[in-house]
């Protein structure tokens, strides 16, 4: 294990250290912005209460206040100046606002916050004069109650954040086994694209009542939503149990309804152990499959749960290793909250100044980049005493803030059988490193930010702990019935800061190579709906070929006619016969 200093306190060379560099993390985020700095913090965007200058949508429904607000997701990928939006306080208010939607050919976006890199909250041409009103679920719609004692389950409003919910489970005594690393993240939001973290039972463990090592989405035991209700003929809350086949496709929507609150198993809490390494080498750590030494699927082994980021350039990545430890270890530090890696979260000006360089015209200094960055890693984890620390669950799988640098992402799960997790990580690291070799030989540096390695179990629907729980067919990891032996999916990330010069053709490059390499009886693979896929030269989410082709195929191969991409899509178009929850994108990937 990598040691330990054990600084309780901010020395004053962890000062000096937090003045001068910060660091990007799992999930770490970078985005040049036109500003002095190329960083910019993200603050709640007030609403613009200016209706006096323009008059809303025609025949609104006169007592639910309407405002136009700026619509920036996180990544700063889509910034819309104005948009019509509202903080809906009722599923009263909801229903109004569907009814009067289809009446007036109006589209309704259901919206947490804002931290989805696809375009599926709303497209980046929508403006004041779209037909379109954002929903802004994270005001109300916020309440939680345990509603089961054993198993364990929970009733949460869909416009509560991970972290509320997760700090009260745990006051409750229960926790969940992964989930996303970000707190501010929507449930709604969250369930809309199958959020997962990372974990698969090691070796010898057994899976518990509760547990899943799927995605948060798996969890549903039934979801209360605005849909149409066909003998009424009007959009209603209605009430989808996990066991009623017409669930299936709301489980992963994409938010192609409005999830207004959900039950979720959830299980006895557990304290984990988390150690960081940085000592490693790539080599060793993502070696052939078979090979001895500390390679992830050694890892895997001994604990089931762990993260790989690997800044481009650079040697050593830092692996976080998850174990769950009922006792605090003599060398572990207890911590008493989430967000343990604050020189992941803050950005220094040596970084930002690097960064802009890069952006500015010097693509050569990525190099250089990556080093600072793994260096930044190894001394944050030193300074901030964070290399092996103990606690309650929520508080090591929460790990990222909204200040931490912003990047875009590209992202897959690849099924696989837990035999093949090494194979399918050294083929994709071996394709990755020979790229950037090429691309640099080229002068072509477009990859700046780290590559990141998870690897969960599948979305088994037994995990429900119900009698006949169906599938989540729209998650990048429900099993294939032709593939029983395919029993985990390692989910591959690659950042890198948004307009970076050829990242559109590397990632293109490197996605067709995938879809081609992760076939037949070896592995298959899925988009993750949040992250960017569909990649052409000029960027995510504009290849015709993946979004027409390989997205319907990935989900359909294997999978039960009644619960495939077909079937998904046609059931969600049913609950929403008038289109109100649509946007342009979602209209060229599940036409009507
Ligand atoms: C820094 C960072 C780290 C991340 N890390 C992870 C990670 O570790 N694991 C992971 O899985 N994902 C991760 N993500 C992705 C994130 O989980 C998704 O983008 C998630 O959808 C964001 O939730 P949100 O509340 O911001 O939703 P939004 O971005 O506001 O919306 C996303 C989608 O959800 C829909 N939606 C929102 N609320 C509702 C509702 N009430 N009813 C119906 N539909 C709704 C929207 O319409 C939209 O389609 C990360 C994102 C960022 C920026």
Known sequence: MD???????????????????????????????????????????PPKADLATMAPPMNFPRDIPIFKQAFRNWSRGIQIDDLWTCQPTSVEDLITIANWAAENRYRIRPRGYSHNWSPIVVSPESNLG????????????????????????????????????????????????SCPAPGDLSVGG???????????????????????????????????????????????????????PDTAAMLVALGRTIVVEAELRVEENHNLRCESYVSISADEMFAPAGASGRTMESFLNSSGRIEAIWFPFTSNPWLKVWTVQPTKPFWAREVSGPFNYPFSDNISEEVSNLIGEIMDGAPGLTPQFGQLMATVT????????????????????????????????????????????????????????????????????????????????????????????????????????????????????????????????????????????????????????????????????????????YVPQTLTDGRPAKANWNSSVSLLQDLDPHGIYRNPFLDKLMPS
């Open 378 to 549: 190894s001394l944050g984890l030193l300074f901030d005493n964070a290399f092996d620390l103990w606690g309650p669950s929520k508080n090591l799988l929460l790990y990222v803030k909204r200040t931490t640098l912003r990047v875009t992402a590209n992202g897959y799960a690849v099924l696989t059988r837990r035999a093949d997790a090494q194979r399918v990580i050294h083929e994709f690291v071996n394709k990755y490193n020979s790229m950037l070799q090429a691309y640099a030989d080229d002068g072509k540096y477009p990859i700046n930010g780290p590559m990141e390695i998870r690897v969960t179990g599948l979305d088994d629907p037994a995990h429900a702990e119900l009698d006949d729980a169906c599938d989540v067919p729209l998650s990048a990891v429900v099993p294939c019935e032709d593939h029983p032996d395919w029993d985990c999916a390692v989910w591959l990330d690659l950042l890198t800061v948004p307009r970076t010069p050829f990242s559109g053709d590397f990632y293109a490059e490197l996605e067709q190579w995938m879809f081609e390499n992760y076939v037949g009886d070896y592995a298959s693979m899925r988009v993750e709906w949040s992250k960017g896929w569909g990649y052409t030269g000029v960027g995510p989410w504009t290849s015709d070929q993946v979004i027409n082709e």
């Open 130 to 177: 779209t037909r379109v009103i954002l929903l802004d679920m994270t005001e109300h719609f916020k309440d939680m109650t345990m509603t089961q004692d054993w198993p364990p389950a929970v009733t949460v409003g869909a416009g509560a954040s991970m972290e509320s919910l997760l700090t009260y489970l745990e006051n409750e005594g229960y926790g969940v086994t």
């Open 3 to 45: 040691q330990t200093n054990h600084h309780n306190d901010m020395t004053p060379s962890r000062r000096a250290f937090l003045g001068t560099t910060a660091a990007i993390s799992a999930g770490a985020m970078i985005s040049p912005v036109a500003t002095a700095t190329p960083w910019e913090q993200l603050d709640p965007i």
């Open 190 to 244: 969250v369930l809309a694209i199958d959020g997962h973290g990372t974990g698969i039972p090691a070796e010898g463990e057994t899976r518990e009542i509760g547990q899943t090592y799927g995605t948060l989405s798996n969890r549903v035991l039934s979801l209360k939503c605005v849909a149409w209700n066909h003998k009424n003929d009007r959009y209603e809350l209605m009430t989808f149990d996990r066991s009623h």
